[in-house]
């Protein structure tokens, strides 16, 4: 493991402060307007959809996050993607299995779930977007370039082939 973070570090560690913010301001919101639609059934199920929807986005952001910290080592893309698939895995079986607990659950309003869940969902696309729009990320990165020039350390500077003076021996 290395202590150098790749580019995209930044970027997600943002997006997730950002997302959790949002995510607060959104359960705020959303268990107002819920309990004003469907009083404390529709309080509930506001809460639930925007926890739920924030807890599988973070989850994406979070594995990339600890898969990085094995940027240096040889076996670096069989480890990112192994965690980052696993947190794909992990959310689908939470997804179906939360989805068949919650069906039929009389303090859940349906339409209000869906809706705090869709709009938890926008609101992360909307994050992401800024974020990476205001992020200065150099095009190619996790690079390093050389220290010196290859042809100061050999003693002098490159022969110019089509340059008659330098040829010449007249400088």
Known sequence: MTTNPVSS???LRTTLVWSAIVTGVLALA????????????GLWSALTGVVLAAVFLAITGASILIANRWYADPLYVQ???????G???????????????????????????????????IASLVIDVVVLTRMRIPHVSDITLPTEDPDDAVGGAPVVENDPEANSGTR
């Open 79 to 85: 480890i990112f993607f192994g965690i980052v698939m």
């Open 9 to 11: 570090t930044p970027i």
């Open 87 to 121: 947190g794909w895995i992990l959310k689908l079986v939470v997804f179906i299995v939360v989805l068949v607990v919650l069906r039929g659950q009389p303090w859940l309003n349906a339409q209000i779930f869906f809706v705090a869940v869709v709009v938890s969902i």
């Open 30 to 41: 959303g268990a107002i307007i819920g309990y004003l639609v469907d009083g404390q059934t």
